[in-house]
């Protein structure tokens, strides 16, 4: 089976921009969860979605946004970008059932705003 | 936001060392995954526990889940140059249903390897 992918996996924008990442999840997967990681945060969970509904959110601002499409695909969606947003974005695919609730990373979306 | 306390945050061990690391909650969890990224790429899974007690291995790592589902620890024996990397905890489930989908994760821990 292939593993999760995620393109772009190099971002360059600048602030005040959007930008918008794409999640391919392992084929069988219903639920995608994005994180975001940086040095000083370390990982930090921003959404879940399962069957095109978000059905956990972390602590962003509303400028982060996700959504997910029938076929399990998931954007993720950040406005007005701020320095602070560059980071390593991961999104993780699992079934979706309770348990077992192994997720699988991606290789990530390194975005840089200057 | 929350973060599970891992530690220790670096190490630094001749190859055949043994390595150990631990991570601890307040909170209780319903699942214990165990993680390693490598530089400018997506943590990889490494074991996954699902139930209190359990003591899973794979190769030459080992990993339990705490009695009180508040905790867990992951050896690896004998370890060789291609170990070198970061090894992340995360805990899931920690508040029913709708957050299974939710990793909260530790800090970190560095290990290097010295041939």
């Known amino acids: 089976k292939a593993g999760v992918t995620q393109t772009p996996r190099y971002l360059i924008k600048t602030r005040g921009q959007q930008v918008t990442l794409s999640c391919s999840p392992i084929?069988?997967?219903?639920?995608v969860s994005w994180y975001q990681q940086t040095p000083g945060q370390g990982l930090q969970f921003l959404f879940e979605?399962?069957?095109?509904?978000?059905?956990n959110k972390g602590n962003f601002p509303g400028r982060f946004s996700g959504r997910q499409f029938s076929n399990s695909r998931s954007e993720m969606n950040v406005s007005t970008l701020e320095l602070g947003d560059s980071a390593l974005y991961l999104c993780?695919?699992?079934?979706?059932?309770?348990?077992?609730?192994?997720?699988?990373f991606g290789p990530g979306t390194r975005l840089t705003v200057l | 936001g929350q973060q599970l306390n891992q530690s220790p945050q670096s190490m630094f061990i001749q190859e055949g060392e043994d390595v150990s690391m631990n991570c601890t909650s307040s909170?209780?969890?319903?699942?214990w995954l165990w993680y390693k990224q490598d530089p400018g790429e997506g943590p990889v899974l490494l074991i996954a526990?699902?139930?209190?007690?359990e003591l899973t291995s794979n190769g030459r790592l080992t990993a339990q889940f705490g009695i009180t589902r508040k905790d867990s620890f992951l050896n690896i024996s004998a370890s060789i140059p291609s170990d070198v990397g970061i090894y992340f905890c995360?805990?899931?489930?920690?508040?029913?249903?709708?957050?299974?989908?939710?990793?909260?994760f530790g800090q970190g821990t560095i290990l290097t390897v010295h041939p």
């Open positions: 993780a695919s699992r079934t979706g059932e309770a348990l077992p609730n192994t997720q699988y």
């Open positions: 084929s069988g997967h219903r639920s």
């Open positions: 979605y399962f069957s095109e509904t978000q059905r």
């Open positions: 909170s209780i969890f319903n699942t």
């Open positions: 526990l699902y139930k209190a007690g």
């Open positions: 995360a805990g899931s489930g920690n508040a029913g249903g709708t957050s299974y989908g939710k990793l909260t």
